[in-house]
């Protein structure tokens, strides 16, 4: 007997997918596209089933979590290995006499340590989402009531007049 298709998108290898698509940042109208459905019915499965629903979640949660990470360590700056080749010279020396045998030169492969300094956008967007009270660009005034907060400039013939 076949399986019909929110069947088979209901069995472990179909909502492992379903989180996968999720995860990569999929919509649910591009998540409808790959699963071969129609957007309609694929909200109908997520309100039907629950397990799809999850998956669903579980895979954007994922993608947030991996966003915010990546996110703090460009707000902050972080170390990290690179691998690099040097070009090393080679003596070799008679062992008796001391004399020098021969010279050359050959590359050999290092990791080193590069520091990737904080990024100032990031650490702005960072607190601006984080802490908005705090850190917004938006200025709350504070009124009497009156005017609304406007502020009315002199005409230009009474400025002249007082000076």
Do not use: C
């Not at 019909?4 to 996968?20: A, C, I, P």
């Not at 994922?62 to 690179?82: C, P, S």
């Not at 660009?137 to 400025?159: K, N, Y």
Request: proline share 3%; no cysteine.
């Amino acid at each position: 007997m076949t399986k019909t298709k929110y069947e088979r998108w209901l069995q472990s290898f179909g909502l492992e997918r379903v989180r996968r698509l999720a995860e990569e940042g999929l919509s649910d109208e591009e998540i409808a596209i790959a699963s071969g459905i129609e957007i309609s019915t694929f909200r109908l499965w997520k309100r039907m089933h629950p397990d799809f629903a999850e998956a669903l979640g579980l895979g954007r949660e994922n993608a947030d979590y991996d966003i915010v990470r990546a996110l703090y360590k460009k707000a902050t700056g972080y170390n990290v290995a690179v691998d690099k080749t040097y070009k090393l010279k080679r003596v070799e020396f008679d062992p008796e006499t001391g004399k020098k045998i021969r010279e050359y030169e050959e590359l050999a492969t290092g990791v080193d340590t590069a520091h990737v300094p904080a990024d100032l956008r990031a650490e702005i967007f960072w607190l601006k989402n984080r802490q908005p009270e705090r850190w917004s660009d938006r200025l709350e005034r504070e009124t009497d009531g009156e005017g609304g907060g406007v502020i009315e400039m002199p005409e230009a013939d009474s400025i002249d007049e007082e000076n």
